[in-house]
Each structure stands twice: as C-alpha cells, then as structure tokens.
C-alpha cells in the first residue's frame, strides 16, 4: 500500500511532506508548474511519515482513502507514469481537467 495526496493539496503545496519523507518520493519540485504536490506509489515505503505534517490534510494511506477523494489515487499514479513526457503528462490533465476541480 501507498499514501496520496488529496484534494486539499491543490492550489496549496505546503512542503513540509517532502521535508520528512525518507525516501524523496513526493513531487513535483520547484518550479514544475503543478496545481498539487503528488506521491509515487511506487517508491513509496508506507511509514505514513508524511501525513502527519501535512497541514491541510490531505494525505491518506490508501486503505484509509475517503470514497470522495478516491479519484487522486489514479492522479497521482499518472503523474509518475506520465511526467517524463510533459505533451502526454498535459494532455491526460487537461482530458481530466474536472478530476483536479475542489469539491469543497
């Protein structure tokens, strides 16, 4: 299992997640120009690490998922899919535009 990064992160992009995960595993960097910060569920270790420091909360274990944010476990997945070929990475953003839209 993984954590991800919700909702709540967009438009916000507090850091304080990248500063205590062990492994680097949260992204963008600096400067990338993304609406949100994004995990990849592939390097991820699942110590949960970074949930804690996350001030808006929006970082979840996957199991603990709500079912209204379920949709940013296939968001964050694509970013690390897609990022290395930024035509694709904004082509799939901009197909699912709705999926990056605040509920709240």
């Not at 991800?4 to 990338?32: L, N, Q, S």
């Not at 949100?36 to 690490?49: F, N, R």
């Not at 979840?60 to 290395?84: C, G, H, S």
Request: glycine letters at 2%.
């Amino acid at each position: 299992m993984a954590y991800y990064i919700t909702e709540t992160c967009i438009d916000v992009k507090d850091k304080a997640c990248v500063e205590v995960c062990p492994v680097d595993c949260i992204h963008p960097i600096d400067g990338e120009g993304e609406p949100m910060l994004y995990i990849d569920p592939d390097e991820c270790i699942d110590c949960g690490a970074c949930e804690p420091e996350c001030p808006v909360e929006a970082i979840f274990a996957e199991e603990d998922m709500p079912d209204d944010q379920d949709r940013f476990v296939e968001i964050n997945t694509k970013y690390f899919e897609l990022r290395d070929d930024a035509d694709e990475w904004n082509e799939w953003k901009q197909e699912h535009a709705a999926e990056f839209e605040k509920t709240s």
